[in-house]
């Protein structure tokens, strides 16, 4: 793949900084009375944390150009 897909592909720091913030809303709580409420939790971190995903990629137009090369018909125009 070309660089920009690659660095895409195997950057882990969007990642990383999810599992922090999911760890931050679990790690002040002691006990969960059951799995359910856990769940509920953590629903609600991700959808407080996917507000704050607001910023475009790095270069995404030109890597969104080299997916549609590479993948054609499975990569839509208009993300």
């Not at 999810?18 to 931050?24: E, G, L, S, T």
């Not at 790690?27 to 996917?50: C, E, H, R």
Request: no cysteine; proline share 4%.
């Amino acid at each position: 793949y070309d660089e920009q897909i690659r660095k895409l592909i195997y950057t882990t720091n969007a990642v990383e900084g999810f599992h922090r913030q999911v760890r931050k809303v679990t790690k002040t709580k002691g006990v969960f009375p059951n799995d359910m409420a856990l769940m509920k939790l953590i629903y609600l971190a991700v959808i407080n944390i996917s507000k704050k995903w607001t910023q475009p990629l790095h270069n995404w137009a030109l890597t969104a150009g080299q997916l549609r090369i590479k993948f054609g018909d499975r990569m839509p125009l208009d993300i």
